[in-house]
């Protein structure tokens, strides 16, 4: 009763199915099988009859609210998504807006490297290994900071030796009036010219010991200068006041060794003259080329020394192994940069001074009285003008090589000894203040720099 009134027959097959056939027919006697339901159904007890077949509710009465989808995976949410980072093989690198170097595909970005830094500079020059164009700057530069201390106690000291070439070279032309005389004997020629010889060697002395003093005391306010310390006249020759005799010692030590050289090479060519006669020019001639080779080795070997006398407090020979080791395979560079420097101040001071000579020549030619007896002694303001002229482009010229073998020095350390890191540490002690210190020294209490004694 309760199926029919729910519109099924009492067989559980729905009315006006093709396989309905009357009772006792197979579709009658045929069970058809339970549907599948969910787990965790319950199936009801039928007497003798399988359960119906699941049937979907009707539409629920009422406003339905939303639920999430249901599919194979976990939920979706509703609303705005919030933006997660892209996972993928490897770590999650942050996001990167644009222009920041991000990927529009995901990609990881690439890593940045160390960014270039240049060198510090403190002073006149960068505090690393240097190229020409940067040791001829740094020389120009340094003595531009310092001109009294460079050009004036170059000025100085050229000024000395042409006073004296003056002086001596004035009792010369006085002895060669006796040239002159009708009477004139053996004995007054061989005088005059002896006299000449000794006045030459003389002034040959003091140029070489003005020169050397000169190159010993310019390395100071130069080296200062690569730190950016400026230095006046009297600081500078109150700092070199101990060295110059140790400076004068090394320059003793390379004149017996020159003077050496040359009796030896004297003593080869006159025994070969003796035991070959006309042949000794296949020995004299190679012997001279090789003595000159030689020569200008051992000058481009010991040019730094000087300036390793100077600054690091060492004696004449210990300044010399010095030097040996710091042009250990840098002769070449060495005797390049010497060369060239030389050759520019020669060229310039020729330029310069050549034409005020001749200037000057001509002044004095037309002022002189042309009915006048010619004397010897005229010519004293002549030479002493040309002298003048001549000391102060030579000075100028070598303040300027004395800068470039000092930035030399300075160069060649921070190639093999790591220089640059004391430079910085003596330039940071001073603080940006004026001091006395010296590049390269070792001062009380303090342990960096070359120590005096310690092994090349």
Not at 57 to 79: D, E, I, L
Not at 88 to 114: D, E, I, K
Not at 233 to 257: D, N
Not at 376 to 395: E, G, V
């Amino acid at each position: 009763m309760s199926d029919q009134a729910k519109g099924q027959p009492d067989d559980g097959v729905p009315r006006g199915t093709p396989d309905r056939e009357s009772d006792g027919g197979p579709a009658s006697r045929t069970a058809p099988s339970a549907p599948w339901q969910s787990p965790g159904t319950p199936v009801p007890e039928i007497q003798g009859r399988p359960a119906p077949a699941w049937q979907s509710p009707g539409p629920p009465q009422g406003p339905v609210p939303q639920q999430p989808a249901q599919g194979w995976g976990a939920p979706y949410p509703q609303g705005p998504v919030p933006q997660q980072p892209a996972q993928g093989w490897g770590p999650v690198f942050p996001q990167q807006g644009p222009g920041q170097g991000g990927s529009p595909y995901g990609a990881r970005p690439l890593p940045q490297g160390p960014m270039y830094q240049a060198p510090p500079k403190p002073g006149v020059i960068p505090l690393r290994p240097l190229g020409l164009g940067e040791i001829l700057d740094g020389a120009f530069q340094a003595c531009r900071r310092n001109p009294v201390a460079t050009f004036g106690s170059a000025i100085l000291l050229q000024a000395v030796v042409a006073l004296v070439t003056v002086l001596l070279f004035g009792n010369v032309l006085s002895s060669f009036e006796a040239l002159e005389a009708e009477n004139a004997t053996t004995d007054t020629i061989i005088a005059a010219v002896a006299g000449f010889g000794v006045i030459a060697m003389i002034t040959g002395v003091v140029s070489a010991v003005a020169l050397l003093v000169l190159q010993g005391i310019l390395v100071i306010p130069i080296a200062r200068a690569v730190i950016d310390q400026r230095t006046s006249f009297g600081q500078a020759w109150r700092i070199a006041r101990g060295r110059i005799l140790p400076l004068l010692g090394f320059g003793l030590l390379s004149f017996a060794a020159g003077l050496v050289g040359l009796v030896v090479v004297v003593g080869i060519s006159a025994l070969a003259v003796l035991g070959l006669e006309e042949y000794s020019a296949l020995v004299i001639v190679p012997l001279v080329l090789g003595a000159v080779a030689l020569l200008v080795w051992v000058s481009v070997k010991i040019v730094v020394a000087p300036a390793t006398l100077m600054l690091e407090g060492t004696g004449p020979w210990t300044s010399v192994r010095r030097s040996w080791a710091l042009t250990r395979g840098n002769w070449w560079r060495t005797f390049g940069i010497v060369l060239l420097t030389s050759l520019i101040v020669s060229i310039i001071a020729s330029v310069i001074s050549t034409p005020l000579t001749f200037a000057v020549s001509l002044v004095f030619g037309f002022s002189a009285d042309a009915s006048a007896t010619p004397d010897a002694l005229d010519s004293i303001p002549l030479l002493l003008a040309t002298q003048a002229i001549t000391a102060l482009f030579s000075a100028i010229g070598y303040a300027f090589q004395a800068g470039v073998t000092s930035l030399l020095y300075v160069d060649l350390r921070i190639r093999r000894e790591g220089f640059d890191v004391v430079l910085m540490r003596e330039h940071e002690r001073t603080g940006g203040g004026p001091s006395d210190i010296l590049p390269g020294a070792t001062p009380p209490g303090t342990s960096f720099g070359h120590q005096p004694g310690a092994p090349a």
